[in-house]
């Protein structure tokens, strides 16, 4: 008999890993242990190391109620389990989508035009066949001011979710650790519908709060770069373009939350007969939908937040051009009055020599009498001319 989860609603919190692992054991028990993986219990930075985790995971509830999982590199080895279960969830990581992943789909009893069509868009899609459902929503992966936008597909048949995703995508390891608390929870009173779209959400969720845990990462990354910012020394041509990295960040990141918005309104407003048209159901989308458009608003402020240091980079060149003008300036002044105060006696002396003005020795007084006081009176009017025109500006910023 399994250990009942103490946790009472549909998206329960998560458990600790010595739970799970006596669930686990207490499962296996059940069953006599025959073909069970080991219970992985392991932090967020292990999940991220793909060597240590099995690409298939398989998690079932079956009609009995019983929770069963399985961890396999072969798709084939979970058709027994979905088989006989009542809901079921497939997630798989592909190296191709247009091989391997259509493989996967159609081994596991999906159209070829359900998952060709919903491949052919780059970001999110949404297609409706009738008794099967594709989503494909984007999961974003931010590095530094590198932003990607990977697909996340989902596949809907039946009992079954399928995700398939790119070794790029870590966010479901979280969610393969605790499936048996979420399948569990699934089964209170609800109709296959509601079980399925209940699923299906739960699914959405744990990719959006993914999604979103990266634009704190960008906000950290731009709080850093703010420093830089605050600084009037820092140089232009290393600003400018990290500003541009980081406006080009923020438009990746919109543009992948404005997918997963349009793919959610397809869902909501789809009438797709898998989906549950439970008010409650359609209400929990709708919330989904909300708390998308809640983190665009607050991306779309951090876009403003950069607009505005590009304002203060073009005011920091603005200052720096003035400075070195007000520098010329100053320079183009003093060569002015300098310049006049050795070109007027040099002159003077260079015409009076001539001997048409019949200078002598004994007007040697006379002689450099005339040539200081022009020198002064030149240099003096070349002063006040300079000053006139403001060539000698008073401070250099």
């Given at each position: 008999?399994?250990?009942?989860?103490?946790?009472?609603?549909?998206?329960p919190?998560?458990e600790t890993?010595?739970?799970?692992?006596?669930?686990?054991?207490?499962?296996?028990?059940?069953?006599g242990?025959a073909n069970?993986?080991?219970?992985?219990?392991?932090?967020?930075?292990?999940a991220?190391d793909?060597?240590?985790e099995?690409?298939?995971?398989?998690?079932a509830?079956?009609?009995?109620?019983?929770?069963?999982?399985?961890e396999?590199?072969?798709?084939?080895?979970?058709q027994?389990l979905v088989?006989?279960?009542?809901?079921?969830?497939i997630d798989?990581?592909?190296?191709?989508?247009e091989k391997?992943?259509?493989?996967i789909?159609?081994?596991?009893?999906?159209?070829?035009?359900?998952i060709?069509?919903?491949?052919?868009?780059?970001?999110?899609?949404?297609?409706?066949l009738?008794?099967?459902?594709?989503?494909?929503l984007p999961a974003?992966?931010?590095k530094?001011?590198?932003?990607?936008?990977?697909?996340?597909?989902?596949?809907i048949h039946?009992n079954?979710?399928?995700t398939?995703?790119s070794t790029?995508?870590?966010?479901?390891?979280?969610?393969?650790r605790?499936?048996g608390?979420i399948?569990?929870?699934?089964?209170?009173?609800?109709?296959?519908p509601?079980?399925?779209?209940?699923?299906?959400?739960?699914?959405i969720?744990e990719n959006?709060?993914r999604?979103?845990?990266?634009?704190?990462e960008?906000?950290?990354e731009?709080?850093?770069?703010?420093?830089?910012?605050?600084?009037?020394?820092s140089?232009?041509?290393v600003?400018g373009p990290?500003?541009?990295?980081?406006?080009?960040?923020?438009?990746?990141y919109?543009g992948?939350l404005?997918?997963?918005?349009?793919?959610?309104?397809?869902?909501?407003?789809?009438d797709?007969?898998?989906i549950?048209?439970?008010?409650?159901?359609?209400?929990?989308?709708?919330s989904e939908?909300?708390?998308?458009t809640?983190?665009?608003?607050?991306?779309?402020?951090?876009?403003d937040?950069?607009?505005?240091g590009?304002?203060?980079?073009?005011a920091?060149?603005?200052?720096q051009?003035?400075?070195?003008?007000?520098?010329?300036?100053m320079?183009v002044?003093?060569?002015?009055?300098?310049?006049?105060?050795l070109?007027?006696?040099?002159?003077?002396?260079?015409?009076l020599?001539n001997?048409?003005?019949?200078?002598?020795?004994k007007?040697t007084f006379?002689?450099?009498?005339l040539?200081?006081?022009?020198?002064?009176?030149?240099?003096?009017?070349?002063?006040?001319a300079?000053?006139?025109f403001?060539l000698l500006?008073k401070?250099?910023?």
């Amino acid at each position: 008999m399994e250990t009942p989860s103490p946790q009472s609603s549909d998206f329960p919190e998560l458990e600790t890993p010595q739970l799970l692992q006596m669930q686990g054991s207490n499962a296996a028990t059940s069953r006599g242990g025959a073909n069970r993986c080991p219970t992985y219990a392991h932090d967020d930075s292990q999940a991220k190391d793909y060597g240590l985790e099995i690409r298939g995971f398989c998690a079932a509830r079956m009609s009995n109620n019983e929770f069963r999982w399985t961890e396999s590199w072969n798709v084939d080895d979970f058709q027994p389990l979905v088989k006989d279960a009542a809901i079921s969830w497939i997630d798989f990581v592909v190296e191709d989508f247009e091989k391997e992943g259509v493989d996967i789909a159609l081994n596991l009893g999906f159209s070829d035009s359900l998952i060709q069509n919903l491949l052919k868009s780059s970001r999110s899609g949404y297609e409706d066949l009738g008794d099967e459902l594709g989503i494909l929503l984007p999961a974003i992966v931010v590095k530094g001011f590198d932003v990607k936008i990977h697909r996340l597909v989902m596949l809907i048949h039946g009992n079954l979710i399928l995700t398939l995703h790119s070794t790029s995508v870590a966010r479901f390891f979280r969610m393969r650790r605790y499936a048996g608390s979420i399948m569990r929870k699934l089964s209170a009173g609800k109709s296959q519908p509601e079980i399925v779209t209940l699923l299906l959400i739960r699914i959405i969720n744990e990719n959006n709060s993914r999604n979103f845990d990266y634009l704190r990462e960008l906000e950290e990354e731009s709080d850093e770069f703010s420093k830089q910012l605050s600084n009037p020394k820092s140089r232009r041509d290393v600003i400018g373009p990290k500003i541009y990295k980081m406006k080009h960040a923020l438009i990746t990141y919109l543009g992948g939350l404005w997918a997963t918005i349009d793919a959610l309104n397809s869902i909501r407003y789809g009438d797709a007969k898998i989906i549950s048209d439970n008010p409650e159901m359609l209400n929990r989308i709708a919330s989904e939908i909300a708390e998308v458009t809640s983190m665009i608003g607050l991306a779309e402020h951090l876009s403003d937040v950069l607009s505005s240091g590009l304002e203060v980079v073009q005011a920091i060149y603005n200052n720096q051009l003035q400075i070195l003008n007000n520098k010329l300036a100053m320079v183009v002044g003093y060569m002015s009055i300098i310049g006049t105060a050795l070109l007027i006696p040099n002159t003077l002396a260079t015409v009076l020599a001539n001997g048409m003005f019949g200078f002598t020795v004994k007007d040697t007084f006379s002689f450099l009498s005339l040539i200081l006081l022009s020198t002064a009176g030149a240099t003096l009017l070349m002063y006040y001319a300079v000053k006139k025109f403001n060539l000698l500006p008073k401070k250099l910023s």
